[in-house]
């Protein structure tokens, strides 16, 4: 059973940087590919990046073509934390995102746990 809080949402203004928080707790965090997802009011889920469980020089991440080359996910292994690191954002990228812990890839129903999600609000 893994349980994932995340944090570090909030409103700023396009071309800003924000950073999320993602922390999880069990002691399997390092056998989880962990991603992060989006959802606007109004429509679906959306995949922004996931990061391997893999570590070290094996450790690869993947992005959604909306964020690649903006947003980073990097993971943190001692502290049982993965980030989002969300760089010239856009008023198209509020939502409110969400980190899962799973298989990997791009779909959903790859990842078992989620967490509660937090808002990201980008002001033109």
């Known amino acids: 059973q893994v349980q994932l809080v995340e944090s570090g949402g909030g409103l700023v203004q396009a071309g800003a940087s924000l950073r999320l928080s993602c922390a999880a707790s069990?002691?399997?965090?390092?056998?989880?590919?962990m991603a992060w997802f989006r959802q606007a009011p109004g429509k679906e889920r959306e995949f922004v990046g996931y990061i391997s469980r893999r570590g070290g020089s094996l450790s690869y991440a993947a992005y959604a073509d909306s964020v690649r080359g903006r947003f980073t996910i990097s993971r943190d292994r001692s502290k049982n934390t993965v980030y989002l690191q969300m760089n010239s954002l856009k008023p198209e990228d509020t939502a409110v995102y969400y980190c899962?812990?799973?298989?990997?890839?791009?779909?959903?129903?790859?990842?078992?746990?989620w967490g509660q999600g937090t808002q990201v609000t980008v002001s033109s």
């Open positions: 069990g002691r399997t965090f390092s056998t989880y590919a």
């Open positions: 899962a812990a799973g298989r990997g890839g791009m779909s959903p129903s790859s990842y078992d746990y």
